[in-house]
């Protein structure tokens, strides 16, 4: 058990997917310990037969999908390791699952809006403006950003490197040319500031200016600042949402895939604006209006 939590906090995983993976891997080496069946020549029928246990349970769909991934990433670390040679549980997902359909979303000039209008007058706005500046240009998550170091920032190419983040891919993106001089200005004068007013030593890119190294406090100080200056304004996800949704007007689906960080093809469709009609059925069928 140690040792599969060891392999998800070198996979990056969050705390609590972790804690989630590692109880369901607990849950699992039980029923397979009761059944008497070795845990490392566990076969598909196997895994069947426990998938009917999960639903008598009660489990639903997307539920019982969480403990086969986690099953799987388990016999993935095994397989690595060279202790079996097949994952059993590689293919095997429950179908026909209602996803999440994106909606509310933004257009070009209203995200540009919503970025340009925001203040810049202390060095706090100054580094929530760059902070909204990457969520609104290169579609990053919070997690995204409150994993960045300065040394993932390369401005004499223009890059921007995003390290893996829980379920999103690592990648590399283009900086615009807009954000080269507040980035430079940033990292070699307002973040300086904000490190000896806070009395921190820390690599990561973005410094809170509270006791906490944790960067939450200043996501909820700027949506709450979003919030009352555009009625239109969700959260950082819609605006996330939105991004890529543009971004598949111009650019091929892998590319856009790379770009958000998707491990997976499935998840960037989900966005496709010539599916929209589909997407408001969908929205409308499993979620009608009053």
């Known amino acids: 058990m140690e040792q599969f939590k060891e392999y998800l906090k070198n996979k990056n995983y969050r705390s609590r997917t972790i804690r989630i993976y590692t109880d369901t891997l607990k849950h699992f080496k039980q029923w397979t310990e009761a059944e008497n069946i070795p845990i490392k020549q566990i076969r598909y029928p196997d895994l069947l037969a426990y998938i009917n246990i999960l639903i008598d349970k009660g489990n639903q769909d997307k539920t019982i999908n969480t403990k086969l991934r986690a099953i799987t990433i388990y016999y993935d670390m ?11 549980a590689e293919t095997l997902r429950i179908k026909n699952i209602t996803r999440k359909i994106p909606h509310d979303l933004l257009n070009k000039k209203t995200t540009e809006k919503i970025y340009k209008e925001y203040p810049e007058t202390t060095i706090n706005e100054k580094r929530d403006k760059l902070i909204l500046s990457l969520i609104t240009y290169q ?45 430079q200005i940033y990292i070699n004068k307002i973040r300086p ?20 190294n944790n960067m939450e406090n200043t996501y909820m100080a700027i949506r709450k600042k979003l919030k009352q200056q555009h009625p239109e304004f969700k959260d950082f996800k819609q605006i996330r949402a939105s991004i890529i949704s543009q971004m598949l007007k111009h650019k091929n689906i892998r590319e856009v895939q790379y770009m958000a960080g998707h491990r997976y ?4 469709e989900r966005y496709l604006i010539n599916n929209i009609e589909d997407l408001k059925k969908q929205v409308n069928k499993y979620h009608p209006l009053q």
Request: charged share 20%; hydrophobic share 35%; net charge positive.
């Open 78 to 88: 095994l397989k690595i390791k060279g202790e079996i040679k097949n994952n059993p």
């Open 139 to 183: 579609a990053l998550t919070t997690g995204d950003i409150s994993k960045l170091e300065i040394r993932n920032i390369n401005l004499e190419k223009a890059k921007i490197y995003i390290p893996q983040n829980g379920r999103n891919n690592s990648r590399t993106l283009n900086l615009k040319a807009f954000q080269i001089i507040p980035i």
């Open 193 to 212: 500031e904000i490190l000896k007013i806070t009395n921190k030593q820390s690599d990561q890119l973005f410094i809170s200016s509270g006791t906490s």
């Open 265 to 268: 093809v499935s998840s960037t």
